[in-house]
């Protein structure tokens, strides 16, 4: 029988668990009742679908006992699809799931937020460690004959030895250990699987030993071996609205994620008519951990007339709703629907594209009955909401009611509707400013020219903002601009700027000169006050921060952008440039103008060395 290592990554995440999910050890329990129930529905779909599992007398159920053969220990035992030798070293010697990598990196040692997002990531099988010194794992795979035992101490290493089960299924052994003693009884058994597991769709059965009293003075003991269920065993979005409560859809949130807290909502609908189906959907309280990577895992089961067919199909729903947990059940489904077939299916589609009305419907309401939840709500996915905006034509009008933006006008976030309400009549867009932080964005040089006219202007410091909001054009009848694009300039000019501006035509010319290929463009600008430049981009090119964040993405093919120059023809700079005469002196000087301007935007510029030069040049000057 030989040892083998666990893969570092398993090491790891014992450590963190054993650490980290302290207290909150009680959750092995749901860990391994759920992993038993994922056994059994990938049988019961076999036995539903491939003809070599169709004569499978199959009775599927989850049993529980304890302190056996005089030892402490708790034993959950299922008989499911249950594993193979190689499963095994695959399974329960490596960490199988893709991402646990990029997640025990996020881990940073802060055991409290560690605990929130290990539960959300599902630690699965290991936790049984935090409560055992000694684990085993009697095995044996359907339609196989040889049985498997795994069996490790969880520090460094495992062994499988052949062994004897008579059905198939698995076995799960637990040494129980002083931290898991606690949980070695009736009552305790019962109380967690109620919590965490009654709404498992088989039924789990606890096994114990009944003592009571009987004859002369009640002192006959009496014991009785005793089998009882448990849980409820009901496919809980089958029952009707008014048969449940709160707690019980927050109790079934919690057995079908790894979450911790109560979801924020949930809209549970039944669908009659030429296409039937359930679904069930809950919206987180947190973004999931892994909502901004690409191998995020998908958050809908699909079941067909309660029979589990798929959690791992990410386009159940469309990938900017990938925060919602929940439940689609067809009727009209087959059960052998594979991937491809439930990917152009028409019933799959018209589910799909219902469900979507559905939540943004449910969203919007939301919104408008409890703005103080919703706000909880953007704070969490407003971004994915965004991404909507590119992906979801369909839905776009929607999508644009439910995002929100910080402004210049009100604390918190604003509704396109609510600053369409604001805007004051001689107000021709709806302005914006996108491409960095919050606080770059506010202190815009730009920005007084809008504010001190009474104009709102939406701060977008999300960086999706910027890929997004051009894209979208207009709300409603009302074009959004970019103040930090050329187009939006013109909309707040008065005849006496314009007059200036013809009168700056001279300087212009003269710093356009000296910048040369580095400007598209120098103009006189209406929108300054304390600056004496910035600089703005062509109304359809990215603006300078997105251009720095696509090449720092990869993306070395984009040309180089040139920036249009805007100078403040007021401004005693600008004024004292007009007056020079000196080549060198008006090239250094209005190289810095640019460079200062990028700066201020939050821009790294190309040639720092070239910056400081001119800017001793100009100091020793005039010192
Ligand atoms: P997860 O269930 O999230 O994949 P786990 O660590 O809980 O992660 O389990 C790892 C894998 O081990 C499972 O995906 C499954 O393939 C296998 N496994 C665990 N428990 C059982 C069981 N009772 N029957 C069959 N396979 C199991």
């Not at 995440?13 to 092995?28: V, W």
């Not at 994620?257 to 296409?275: L, N, W």
């Not at 067809?330 to 009305?357: G, H, T, W």
């Amino acid at each position: 029988m030989a040892q083998k290592r666990f893969k570092t990554e398993v090491n790891q995440l014992l450590n963190l668990i054993i650490h980290s999910l302290y207290s909150h050890k009680e959750i092995f329990m749901r860990e391994l009742v759920s992993n038993a129930s994922d056994a059994l529905d990938k049988l019961k779909y076999l036995t539903l679908t491939d003809e070599g599992f169709k004569s499978l007398h199959f009775d599927p159920r989850i049993d529980i006992t304890f302190n056996e053969n005089g030892k402490k220990t708790l034993t959950i035992r299922d008989n499911g699809i249950g594993m193979s030798q190689e499963d095994l070293d695959k399974q329960l010697g490596t960490i199988a799931r893709s991402g646990t990598k990029k997640f025990l990196d996020q881990m940073k040692g802060d055991a409290k937020k560690d605990a929130n997002l290990i539960g959300q990531f599902g630690v699965g099988f290991y936790s049984c460690f935090m409560v055992a010194d000694h684990v085993e794992v009697i095995t044996r795979k359907a339609g196989e004959d040889q049985a498997w035992k795994w069996s490790s101490d969880g520090k460094n290493a495992y062994t499988v030895e052949a062994a004897e089960r008579e059905e198939q299924g698995t076995t799960i052994i637990l040494e129980v250990n002083e931290e898991g003693d606690e949980y070695v009884n009736r009552w305790q058994i019962e109380q967690l699987v109620k919590k965490y597991s009654n709404h498992i769709a088989f039924p789990i059965f606890l096994e114990f030993d009944q003592e009571s009293y009987e004859g002369e003075d009640n002192k006959e003991k009496k014991v009785e071996h005793k089998i009882e269920q448990i849980n409820t065993a009901a496919a809980l979005w089958k029952r009707s609205k008014s048969e449940l409560t709160d707690d019980d859809y927050h109790e079934f949130y919690k057995s079908i994620t790894t979450d911790f807290e109560d979801p924020q909502f949930y809209i549970h609908t039944r669908a009659e008519g030429t296409i039937e189906y359930t679904t069930l959907f809950f919206i987180p309280k947190k973004a999931p951990f892994d909502l901004y990577q690409a191998d995020y895992k998908p958050g809908v089961k699909l079941y067909v007339k309660r029979v589990f067919i798929t959690d791992d199909e990410k386009e159940l729903l469309p990938p900017y709703l990938r925060f919602v947990r929940g439940v689609i059940d067809s009727e009209d489904l087959p059960l052998n629907v594979s991937r491809e077939i439930l990917q152009q299916n028409r019933v799959m589609a018209s589910i799909k594209s219902a469900s979507v009305k559905k939540l943004l419907g449910e969203f919007q309401k939301l919104s408008e009955s409890n703005p103080e939840k919703y706000t909880e709500f953007i704070k969490e996915f407003n971004r994915p909401l965004k991404e909507g905006l590119y992906s979801d034509y369909a839905n776009r009008d929607t999508l644009l009611e439910l995002i929100r933006f910080k402004s210049t006008e009100v604390e918190g976030y604003t509704s396109l509707a609510a600053y369409k309400e604001r805007m004051s009549e001689d107000q021709k867009a709806i302005y914006y400013i996108a491409g960095g932080s919050e606080q770059t964005l506010k202190n815009s040089p730009l920005m007084k020219g809008y504010t001190n006219k009474g104009f709102e202007v939406l701060i977008m410091d999300d960086e999706i903002d910027d890929i997004v909001i051009p894209t979208i054009g207009r709300y409603k009848d009302v074009e959004l601009k970019a103040i930090n694009k050329s187009g939006a300039a013109e909309d707040i000019k008065t005849d006496e700027d314009k007059e200036k501006e013809k009168a700056a035509k001279p300087v212009l010319d003269k710093i356009k000169e000296a910048l040369g290929e580095r400007v598209k463009d120098v103009v006189a600008s209406s929108r300054l006050e304390d600056a004496p430049a910035c600089v703005v981009v062509d109304e359809n090119d990215p603006t300078v921060q997105m251009q720095q964040m696509l090449k720092a993405m990869g993306q070395t093919e984009l040309p180089d952008f040139t920036p249009i120059l805007e100078v403040n023809p007021d401004h005693a700079i600008v004024q004292k440039i007009a007056d020079l005469s000196d080549a060198d002196m008006i090239s250094d000087v209005s190289n810095i103008l640019l460079d200062q301007a990028l700066l201020a935007e939050g821009v790294m510029i190309k040639d720092p060395t070239d910056f400081v030069r001119r800017l001793t040049e100009v100091l020793s000057k005039i010192l």
